[in-house]
């Protein structure tokens, strides 16, 4: 069964930094974009950054750009996303989905991804 396994979560204080990873599990998606989503009690899963196939190209949304970074290393099939300078209203469950469409730009809504992981915590304290 194909899917795609995050790690890295946890607790932090405000002001503090994580590095999530998201590994696929039974293929390969180095030619595939990739997106991290996060989802809080009570609110919609938004799209919080996404990367085109070789990471040359990216997007943010406006509530994490300038603190937050997606990278991918291909040679490994692991990308990350280095948060830093997190603020309560980051608490979330953070995912990580593959569009199963190779050699793209960037992928931004979340039914045209095919992969899903099964999330992981973050949790920021004031």
């Known amino acids: 069964q194909v899917h795609l396994v995050e790690s890295g979560g946890g607790s932090v204080q405000a002001g503090g930094s994580l590095r999530l990873s998201c590994a696929p599990s039974?293929?390969?998606?180095?030619?595939?974009?990739i997106g991290w989503f996060r989802q809080a009690p009570g609110k919609e899963r938004e799209l919080v950054a996404t990367?085109?196939?070789?990471?040359?190209?990216?997007y943010y949304s406006d509530s994490v750009k300038g603190r937050f970074i997606i990278s991918r290393h291909n040679a490994d099939d692991t990308v990350y996303l280095q948060m830093n300078s997190l603020k309560p209203e980051d608490t979330a469950v953070y995912f990580c989905?593959?569009?199963?469409?190779?050699?793209?730009?960037?992928?931004?809504?979340?039914?045209?991804?095919?992969?899903w992981g099964q999330g992981t915590q973050v949790t920021v304290s004031s």
């Open positions: 990367i085109n196939w070789n990471g040359g190209t990216t």
């Open positions: 989905a593959a569009d199963s469409r190779t050699n793209l730009g960037l992928t931004y809504d979340a039914p045209e991804y095919n992969y």
């Open positions: 039974g293929r390969t998606f180095s030619l595939n974009p």
